[in-house]
């Protein structure tokens, strides 16, 4: 059997097991976001916070609300860092420096996970756990419930302006989808020999006389959410390439999934929710045209372009292989994960480009946790847009009116995150104390710096190996621009929504531009290429393509 072939059995093994999750999770999420029932134990947490679990917010309120709770995490994760000598299961680990902690705050609680630190050299066991595990849940069901947000904004048929409450909404999204998922891939992972435990590093003799260091930690149920959550932020330095996160092919085949399930199943949870399960199946086949053309690139890359320049296995563990290790490094640009199973630097130019420009794209396919979703549809209002302009009609997505009010706030959502690359890239092209962080010259060193800011900007978290992001001015610019690359398209989002829900939907009539057709399918995937592709070329010439052809 040929190693091509071999190579893609991950592949299909995890599109299966995708394949099933799909309608019984979707169909639940649905259920789960338009039930009026709340639990007891729901009940006591609105008490305890004083929500009103019935009340209903519009935009302006829902996106005050993600405001509020996101900034009291930034400050109490920060304090956290900055008291970890004094608190629990320290092990003799010391305050993290005021800006690593910043950046670290506004990492985690932007579900970004970049880190300029060594997590087992850094963080203590209590500060991993109640800080950085917390806000894997909690970041990643803020971004789920802005997308069930704007999905509301575009079924609703009453034309009140309300798009949900946000209490209820985190709450659901925690304690009935990302915990309960949580538990099972925890025990799954510990099953095939990732470590949970509160062990203080030991230290054994080796055979050859010499001391080894074996850390202990909390690693299961962190690294699970970490992928369910699209977070990627690592226990460990080496992240998921480390055997004690990720020890053999079933756990790479296991958090592939857990990364990929919920994006995917969303798209379902839209079409249910709309009313209409097409629409659904019409954002989820643009995704997945966008993927698996990145997959393939990749792989081809990685297999016959790295064989040739003696490539292939460099920076990748020998356990996980080639492919595998490019299906994960595909699936977690593609996503905002950022998780690593090897180290993005070392892939042919060709294929670290492609990584580069999944970021670029803006993450859609599938994208994040609720990120993902809104992000796509996104680009089916530009799509639908454009394609009214073409044919001389009144722009309308889901029977809603797309006006000027309406393709501002898209306009807005797609330039923040180009601006803010651009923007990080240029200013920090021209400090000279920059070139001490690239550990590369010529074409390869701007990639590594590019691909930063296209990682915070983005919300991903993962970088080239060998670039050095513990210094001041990164540790400050790249925290900005997480926090204002997440924050600032969650308002806009938030904002369209509200826009959606104060119309009544207009009726359907021969002129109606259908939305789940493959010829808007192909428009939407043209759109997204435009939108993201073109606005980087420059960028990716000077880095990528130059070292690639050269």
């Not at 299909?12 to 639940?28: Q, R, T």
């Not at 947490?45 to 019935?54: E, F, M, Q, T, W």
Request: hydrophobic residues 50%; aromatic residues 10%; charged residues 10%.
């Amino acid at each position: 059997m040929s190693s091509a072939f071999t190579g893609w059995i991950p592949v299909i093994i995890v599109l299966i097991a995708l394949a099933a999750a799909y309608l019984p999770l979707g169909n639940y999420m649905a259920a789960t976001f338009t039930s009026m029932k709340h639990t007891a134990f729901e009940k006591a947490c609105y008490r305890l916070i004083g929500v009103n679990p019935d009340g209903k917010q519009k935009w302006n309120q829902y996106g005050a609300s993600v405001l509020a709770f996101s900034l009291i995490s930034v400050v109490c994760l920060y304090l956290l860092q900055r008291i970890q000598q004094w608190l629990p299961l320290n092990h003799g680990k010391q305050p993290m420096h005021w800006d690593q902690a910043w950046n670290t705050a506004a990492s985690f609680v932007t579900n970004t996970n970049w880190q300029s630190y060594s997590g087992e050299e850094a963080m203590s066991i209590f500060t991993q756990m109640a800080g950085l595990a917390v806000q894997n849940f909690v970041s990643a069901a803020v971004g789920l419930t802005v997308a069930i947000a704007l999905i509301r904004g575009l079924a609703n048929r009453s034309g009140s302006g309300t798009i949900g409450n946000f209490w209820v909404d985190l709450h659901r999204a925690v304690f009935r989808i990302l915990l309960p998922m949580a538990f099972i891939g925890a025990v799954l992972l510990i099953s095939q020999g990732v470590i949970q435990n509160f062990h203080e590093p030991t230290s054994i003799a080796t055979v050859t006389g010499g001391q080894q260091t074996i850390p202990g930690g909390a690693v299961a149920s962190q690294e699970v959410i970490k992928e369910l959550g699209t977070n990627g932020g690592g226990y460990f330095n080496a992240n998921s390439a480390h055997p004690f996160e990720n020890p053999n092919a079933w756990t790479n085949m296991l958090e592939i999934f857990l990364i990929l399930v919920i994006p995917v199943s969303l798209t379902r949870t839209f079409g249910k929710m709309v009313g209409d399960t097409r629409q659904g199946w019409a954002v989820l086949s643009a995704m997945a045209v966008l993927y698996f053309t990145s997959l393939a690139v990749v792989m081809s890359s990685e297999t016959s372009l790295s064989a040739l320049h003696g490539g292939g296995l460099e920076g990748k563990e020998y356990r996980l292989g080639v492919l595998p290790s490019s299906f994960f490094a595909v699936t977690t640009t593609m996503t905002s994960t950022g998780a690593v199973d090897s180290f993005h630097s070392s892939y042919h130019p060709l294929a670290g480009g492609m990584l580069i420009l999944n970021m670029m794209l803006g993450e859609i396919s599938p994208g994040g946790v609720g990120t993902g979703l809104y992000g796509m549809l996104m680009i089916a209002i530009l799509s639908v847009f454009v394609a009214g302009l073409m044919v001389g009609r009144t722009p309308e997505y889901l029977g809603k009116r797309i006006g000027v009010s309406e393709i501002t706030k898209v306009s807005l959502y797609i330039l923040v995150m180009p601006a803010l690359v651009l923007a990080g890239v240029g200013l920090s092209a021209l400090l000279p104390a920059t070139r001490e962080s690239i550990s590369a010259t010529g074409p390869h060193g701007f990639s590594e710096l590019v691909y930063a800011y296209t990682s915070a900007s983005n919300n991903n978290g993962s970088a080239f190996a060998g670039f050095n992001a513990d210094t001041p001015w990164f540790n400050i610019t790249l925290g900005l621009c997480m926090l204002l690359g997440r924050f600032l398209p969650i308002i806009m989002a938030l904002a369209l929504a509200g826009d959606f829900a104060t119309q009544k939907p207009a009726a359907e009539t021969a002129g109606t531009l259908p939305t789940h057709r493959p010829q808007f399918v192909g428009v939407m995937i043209g759109i997204a290429i435009i939108v993201g592709a073109l606005t980087f070329l420059p960028t990716l010439v000077l880095g990528p393509l130059t070292e690639a052809l050269s």
